[in-house]
């Protein structure tokens, strides 16, 4: 007996079947590599909000045991709980010339659909971000007022403020004590030369401070010894602001930055400013870049998401 059934019938089934694997390949990489995608992003900004929060921890605490744990526990708020649902959360802190970084990492695999047909049941998908932690070395908007160090240890916020006066005239232009400030200008800001005059302070007053970023190794003097009224005056007008100044050491050589929050100018016979020193409010100007000094003795911790 003759068969009627054509040979090219059995090569379409084969033909088909070879399209459908195709097409079930395909359909596997556009909606499970998709998926994937979205479940990397999601793990991406756990990852970033990880590291923030160790790297915060740190700089309250300086405790690397404590930073990992919240950096963890912060993951597990976000959904992403350390040994639950094959997730894993690890974090490290390295410490190096005053500079802390907080690495988080966030892996979850993704349980595929369609790719699982073919052999791949699920992908691993990994986020990491490291955030620095430390004081800052550099500065944009520092108004033209130096402290002295020692003004610190008396602690920071509104409870602790104090009135700062100007140096005598001559020769003591560094402020030398926990009540003294005085008048600079930066010599990098904006070609000004170093000659603390009132007009080129006045400028840096009015302007909400240097819009150059200074660093620790840049120059600050001459400091400008002396009294002059007109400073206070324009000075007053920034009452109830705060504002980033800079922090020296008996020689006026620069050991930081710190945040100052005026609440008083009195330029008559007193010849005075009052105000306190801010807690660490992260300031936005203030930054920890390389070839800008030693990180700061003092000021503010800055929390900087590196990549």
């Known amino acids: 007996m003759t068969s009627n059934r054509s040979p090219e019938r059995g090569q379409m089934l084969a033909l088909f079947a070879i399209c459908l694997v195709a097409i079930i390949a395909v359909t596997g990489l556009v909606i499970d590599g998709g998926l994937t995608m979205v479940q990397r992003r999601d793990q991406q900004n756990v990852a970033d909000a990880a590291a923030m929060a160790g790297a915060y921890d740190y700089a309250n605490n ?160 001459p400091l400008n010894a002396g009294a002059h009224a007109t400073l206070f005056s324009s000075l007053a007008s920034q009452v109830g602001k705060t504002f980033p100044v800079a922090v020296v050491d008996d020689s006026g050589g620069l050991v930081g930055w710190a945040m100052f929050h005026l609440t008083g100018s009195v330029g008559g016979s007193t010849k005075s400013i009052s105000g306190w020193f801010e807690a660490p409010v992260n300031y936005s100007g203030m930054s920890i870049k390389q070839g800008k000094g030693h990180g700061g003795q003092f000021g503010d911790t800055v929390v900087r998401l590196t990549n």
């Open 62 to 221: 300086a405790s690397s045991a404590a930073a990992i744990g919240q950096a963890q526990a912060n993951a597990a708020a976000n959904g992403f709980v350390n040994g639950t649902d094959n997730v894993v959360v690890t974090a490290n802190v390295t410490t190096s010339g005053g500079i802390t970084w907080v690495t988080a990492t966030v892996s979850k695999p993704h349980r595929n659909f369609f790719s699982g047909i073919l052999g791949f049941g699920s992908w691993d998908v990994s986020a990491t971000a490291t955030a620095q932690a430390g004081l800052p070395n550099s500065v944009i908007g520092a108004m033209p007022l130096l402290f002295n160090q020692k003004a610190f240890p008396h602690g920071v916020g509104s409870t602790r403020e104090m009135s700062f006066t100007e140096p005598g005239s001559g020769s003591q232009d560094v402020p030398q004590d926990e009540t003294s400030f005085n008048w600079t200008v930066y010599c990098t800001a904006n070609g000004n030369p170093c000659n603390g005059n009132s007009n080129t302070v006045n400028d840096l007053i009015n302007d909400r401070g240097s819009s150059t970023e200074i660093g620790l190794t840049d120059l600050i003097g």
